[in-house]
């Protein structure tokens, strides 16, 4: 299946904006359910793997989209230099969102998890 | 006319509200993040501004560097390592405010704010009267506090420039906020969230008082 490549550029910033849900989403919820004694600022290591977890499967995700799109413009040759720039920008997109996502989310391996 | 203008915007610096003027080290944790991101925002506009002149003023400046290497030098060797440097300076901060200036747990003295509209209200659960006050926030100088924050109606901020940061007061939700005065005496405080026509008027103000004279201060009798 061919995806349009304005879907496949906008899907990289969707990707990262879905990704930064679903860390606030289940960081939030972890320490909600780790319960009231978060004012001592103690380790959570279950909710912590999970979003190591998380982070390490994200990656992965981001970084294939990239390395798809570098594999199919080397196979295949393009119908113009118009498609080929939208196509070459949407691969820089996700190269982009794969990069964002240990700088934005990393934190989640070393940083305080709850405790305000 | 400049002298008086630098002066007047020079004032804003200063006073009972004001984040430039730490009084303990939350404060000064945020104060010093602030001087650090100017800094490095003054560099890095001066320097923008300097390429701009200097491409002005010599058209010939640079013609030798190809336009991808000024692309890839201007939009991602200058600017990733110093985004990276203040990203991970404020981290490294942001975990020093977490713990009030790095105290440990066991050493916190807990208060309790319940934000109203409009007004604040306080309890002391580690003293055994747990004493209420309205709009008079009393703590230890010297000694890190955690405090619990919450709200009966719409969502507040509370915030005590001088001291910490803001934190949130959520209805049904507590948050936590840790600071420290390091000497007695008295801070400013407000709502830094708005929450209808009394929001402006929502302050409060902290006592710090020295720690023999923390428990009068409360109306309670000290242990012998």
Redesign the interface.
Known sequence: MTIHPIIYIIAGFLFWSALFLLFYGVQATGCHLAGDNVSALGEHPVLRSVLIGLLLLSIAAGIGPFLRARKRRAERQPADDTAQFVREVGGYVWLAAAIAIPFSFGGVAWLTLCGT | MLFGLGATLLAGCTGDLSALDPAGPSAASIARLWWVMLAASALLFLLVMGLLFVAIMFPHFGRRISQRSWILAGGLALPIPIL?AL?FYA?WQ??YL??GGGTE?EELV?VEALGTRWQWQFRYPDTAENPTTSGVLHIPAGRTV?V?VTSTDVIHSFWIPRLAGK?DAVPGH????RLRADRPGRYGGQCAEYCGTGHAGMNFEVHAHAEEDYAAALGIEKAP
């Open positions: 990276f990203t981290f942001g975990e977490l713990r747990a807990r955690e619990a934190i507590v948050t936590y906020l």
